[in-house]
């Protein structure tokens, strides 16, 4: 059975979600897929958060331009960099709707962190 939360920071099962995975764990953005983007608000194309496995949260802006919607290089950079991303992991980004996306990073091996 699944056990579904009432709190807002757990995403819910039925939140949008993709997928990415690493090739370049030191690329400059991350692009989001371009049929996710109408799922995103307005609120978020200012102003995004993404939390990690652990809990901890990284604040970060979203860039436009003509080739997509992206994470962009700080806040990215960061993330990137503390969660020691490496070629062929999974990440698996949920969004809560709001400002939130909540990230599970999967290793190579296919094991959750």
Known sequence: MVRKSSSSSIPRDDSPCFYKVIFNPHVEELRIPSEFVKYITKEATETTILK????KYWNMKLRE???GLFFNAGGWNKFAREQQLEEGDFLLFQYDGK???HVRIFNKNGLER
Do not use: K, R, V
């Open 65 to 67: 331009d003509e080739e």
């Open 52 to 55: 990690g496995p652990s809990g």
């Open 99 to 101: 400002i939130t996306f």
